[in-house]
């Protein structure tokens, strides 16, 4: 179980912890110091919301219809290996984060709205938790809870970290080689978790 857990974390730090809006929504109100705690916990809330979701959603098509497992399965496994790629691609050309570009009104409503509309309304967060995190999660067996709660984890520890670490963090994540190292490292991990979902079965 506790191995299920490891690869429930590392499997959900390795998608999430990379440049995207939310991280740098996340960031942001951390630079300016605004309604920090709510943002971050309407974003880890929605992951677990997601995460869970998606690991009972594949529980209940396996029972019923194991065929349209494997064609979840090999779709996770594509997108794993298009992930990693475009990780190594960002690798070898990084990018910066300037986390203190724009700022909102600052009210709790309009933050809340942005955090949640940066969660809700991406494609990807589906993909990735409902479909990828919930396959990851079903070849564990017995243990895809426990992968579950991993994964979540990951979010619960992310998020607060970069929100209450941004003052310290932003000057590293603006550096291109910061990323470099980072989207690296994804790009090992979603390979290695391809590998993983392939002969899982």
């Not at 219809?65 to 594509?78: D, F, N, S």
């Not at 570009?101 to 942005?114: D, H, I, K, P, V």
Request: charged share 10%; proline share 2%.
């Amino acid at each position: 179980m506790f191995l299920s857990y490891l690869a429930g974390l590392g499997a959900s730090l390795g998608l999430i912890v990379a440049i995207g809006a939310q991280n740098a929504f996340v960031l942001r109100q951390g630079i300016k110091r605004e309604w920090v705690l709510a943002v971050v916990l309407v974003c880890a809330a929605s992951d677990a919301m997601l995460i869970f979701s998606g690991v009972a959603g594949i529980g209940a098509v396996v029972q019923g219809a194991p065929a349209v497992l494997q064609v979840i399965r090999w779709v996770g496994v594509a997108f794993l290996v298009a992930y990693g790629f475009f990780a190594a691609k960002r690798a070898l050309r990084p990018g910066t984060l300037h986390a203190a570009e724009g700022r909102g009104n600052g009210t709790l409503w309009a933050t809340l709205g942005t955090a949640l509309a940066l969660t809700w309304l991406n494609p990807h967060v589906y993909l990735d938790t409902l479909v990828l995190l919930g396959s990851l999660a079903n070849a564990q067996g017995d243990g895809r809870w426990a992968f579950g709660a991993g994964a979540a984890t990951a979010s619960a520890v992310w998020f607060p970290t970069i929100g209450y670490g941004a003052r310290a963090l932003s000057g590293f994540f603006a550096r291109p080689a910061a990323w470099r190292v980072l989207d690296g490292f994804v790009a090992a991990l979603m390979v290695s978790l391809a590998a993983m979902l392939t002969f899982s079965g």
